[in-house]
């Protein structure tokens, strides 16, 4: 049975939400609903990411949100009761032109002041790390040890599995069709099994955020933009410990899965919508420029593949905290590294929601009203 009413509602059951339901619980906020329109949870952009980890941004505030949220994941198992299967071959940033290099310089300076380990290594180094790439044209590489990969389904279930212990309630199959507003202020959302009142509403809902938006009357700058990647039969020729290896200038990535490799290609000219099927053209181009990297792949069959969307902001930075509509709150808009930001962006949203403000990490800076005011914050460090 749908509840008549709540104290809270999540619109979105992926990481954010999730993460969200769970430090709502655990503050005590038990009469909390989270809502999502697919039969399962994680399974939007959350399911369909690569699953990465990182310290490496060039900015301080993500800096910051990793060096919470990566922890936080560390200690997963240990806290939750649900393996996320952690693992750490480090992200290695393949850099081929000189104002990459250049901004890399300065952005591990950054990293370092705040305290990230993270390694600057030359050409003849990372040719030597990788022997079974195709490197001649690398100039120099950045490599971080302590990031890696997590299994985004265990994260999902796991906080989801804990707030429901605590008392919150998740249903899936609940799309919200529409939000209630009276007197600039959150009354209700609207879903197929009948209208549930509430003074305050979260959305969470990743790429969608904008749509949930317009049903409030809030203009929120999220784009959605797909991604897609591939997976490949058994590789014995790539060691245990290769790295999650991004060539930057391309946005080429590959790590292992299993006994293959993952590999994607973000592409440039990706026009804004919500198909989530595999562009095969890009997809083909995708393999012929990860063969050129890595000629060995030309003997590799394919495993699986896959799109998944991206939920972008035009400064690359998340959105979090109130919107104009009083009770409306948001978290989203990670672009491209969301997953990884989870665990943080439901703690720091219930402090938002419950204290006024996020204490644990500053992201007063990261507010809606930033794109109006004119107070972008550039990301660099996108894949």
């Known amino acids: ?3 008549e009413t709540a104290d809270i ?3 979105g059951g992926g990481v954010m939400g999730a993460s969200t339901l769970y430090h709502l619980a655990a503050r005590g906020m038990t009469n909390v609903l989270l809502l999502e329109k697919e039969s399962f949870f994680g ?4 399911g369909r990411c690569a699953g990465g980890v990182r310290y490496q941004f060039a900015t301080e505030v993500n800096v910051r949100l990793s060096q919470v949220s990566l922890p936080m994941l560390e200690r997963f198992e240990a806290e939750m009761g649900q393996a996320i299967d952690f ?3 480090g992200y290695l940033f393949l850099l081929t032109n000189d104002e990459d290099v250049a901004k890399f310089q300065h952005n591990v300076d950054l990293q370092h002041r705040l305290g990230v380990a993270t390694e600057w290594l030359d050409g003849d180094e990372i040719r030597r790390r990788l022997p079974m790439m195709r490197l001649e044209d690398v100039l120099a590489g950045t490599y971080n040890g302590a990031e890696g990969l997590v299994d985004p389904n265990g994260v999902v279930m796991g906080y989801m599995s804990a707030a429901q212990k605590l008392g919150a309630r998740a249903l899936t199959d609940a799309p919200v069709t529409d939000i209630g507003v009276a007197n600039g202020r959150i009354t209700s959302v609207t879903t197929p099994h009948g209208v549930i009142s509430a003074p305050v509403i979260v959305n969470t809902a990743g790429p969608w955020a904008g749509l949930i938006g317009e049903m409030a009357g809030v203009s929120i700058p999220i784009t959605p933009i797909r991604r897609q990647m591939f997976t490949t039969t058994t590789l014995p020729q790539i060691p245990p410990d290769f790295p999650f290896v991004i060539d930057f200038a391309q946005s080429l990535y590959f790590h292992r899965e299993g006994e293959g490799l993952l590999i994607g290609m973000s592409n440039p000219h990706q026009q804004p919508g919500f198909d989530q099927r595999v562009d095969e053209k890009w997809e083909l ?3 012929e420029t990860a063969v050129a990297r890595m000629p060995l792949l030309e003997r590799a069959g394919l495993v699986s593949r896959w799109a998944g969307l991206y939920e972008v902001t035009p400064d690359a930075h998340p959105i979090f905290g109130k919107t104009p509509v009083d009770g409306f709150y948001l978290c989203g808009g990670f672009s491209g590294h969301g997953f990884m930001h989870g665990p943080i962006a439901g703690k720091l949203m219930s402090e938002i929601i419950l204290d006024g403000q996020a ?7 990261l507010d809606l009203a930033r794109f109006a005011e004119g107070r972008l914050i550039h ?3 996108v894949v």
């Not at 399974?43 to 959350?46: E, F, I, K, S, Y």
């Not at 204490?359 to 800076?365: E, G, I, L, M």
């Open 1 to 3: 049975m749908i509840p």
């Open 9 to 11: 509602i999540i619109i």
């Open 43 to 46: 399974t939007g952009a959350t």
């Open 87 to 89: 693992r750490k071959p």
């Open 285 to 287: 181009h995708n393999m």
């Open 359 to 365: 204490s644990t990490v500053d992201v007063s800076a």
């Open 379 to 381: 990301e660099y460090n």
